[in-house]
């Protein structure tokens, strides 16, 4: 009996570069809530940017793992948070200052407007093509503010090489952060040892549901690592592909 379905956004539910959920991705979110089962997200994003996505509704992402497994959400309550250390961000953004077209984003807790996200060091020429792929609002600023962070990540405009080179220096400088990369030349930045993965359990022990997750899906053009790991294969997100795999979900139930 599935008890509930944790989905992935950029690139699963909605493609990358496109800005909102389909009516029918709502709809069919709708009626898994509505068959018994619940439905959440695990991803990288936090509130404020899912309120966009999402078409400004905030019940399909009242229980799930967000901010990379940070914030533990169940029914709209915050059951678990996790913040990053300013200093250790700061020196990641001074070793970002060596490589060229490199820099480190920063998310604040609470900030106005709610969306905004503070590029350390970077240019506006710099930040525009992020912009454009992932739907941030970006401000460059020159240091760290002193203020609550939720997240992090680093964007490289040059080459895939360039930001390898910087990952190995940055695991040398700032041990207490691991580093995944979502998408080609950007990178998460994590609590050591935290991330969708291990907040799964957490959030699981939270809802009272016995860890045992027997359908692992990827999306057509997925990692191979995400592919060879999956139980089950569907069709691209362009196509709806989750949203018809959660209809066929309800209409099991």
């Given at each position: 009996m599935i008890k509930l379905v944790l989905s992935d956004v950029d690139g699963t539910l909605i493609p990358l570069g496109q800005?909102?959920?389909?009516?029918?991705?709502?709809?069919?979110?709708?009626?898994?809530?509505?068959?018994?089962?619940?439905?959440?997200?695990?991803?990288?994003?936090d509130v404020p940017e899912l309120l966009g996505q999402f078409r400004g509704q905030a019940w399909p992402f009242d229980t799930g793992i967000l901010s990379n497994g940070k914030k533990i959400m169940v029914d709209g309550e915050l059951a678990r948070l996790t913040l990053l250390s300013n200093e250790s961000l700061s020196r990641l953004a001074e070793l970002a200052?060596?490589?060229?077209?490199?820099?480190v984003n920063v998310y604040p807790l609470e900030v106005e407007p709610?969306?905004?996200?503070?590029?350390?060091?970077?240019?506006?020429?710099?930040?525009?093509?992020?912009?454009?792929?992932?739907?941030?609002?970006?401000v460059a600023i020159p240091k760290v503010p002193d203020t609550q962070i939720i997240g992090a990540t680093i964007a490289c405009n040059r080459d895939?090489?360039?930001?390898?080179?910087?990952?190995?220096?940055?695991?040398e400088v700032c041990p207490c952060f691991d580093y995944a990369q979502p998408a080609p030349q950007w990178c998460d930045v994590l609590p050591k040892g935290l991330n969708?993965?291990?907040?799964?359990?957490?959030?699981?022990?939270?809802l009272g549901i016995l860890l045992s997750v027997e359908h692992s899906v990827v999306v057509a053009g997925a990692?191979?690592?995400?592919?060879?790991?999956a139980r089950w294969h569907i069709g691209p997100a362009e196509d709806d592909s989750v949203a018809q795999a959660l209809e066929q979900i309800a209409k099991e139930k």
């Open positions: 800005g909102t959920v389909t009516q029918r991705t709502l709809a069919a979110i709708k009626a898994v809530q509505d068959a018994g089962v619940r439905f959440g997200l695990a991803t990288g994003r200052r060596e490589y060229p077209q490199t820099f709610a969306d905004l996200v503070y590029c350390i060091g970077a240019t506006e020429e710099e930040i525009a093509p992020w912009k454009g792929t992932f739907g941030f609002n970006g895939q090489q360039t930001l390898d080179d910087f990952l190995k220096r940055a695991r969708k993965g291990t907040a799964l359990p957490m959030l699981l022990d939270a990692t191979p690592a995400a592919s060879a790991a």
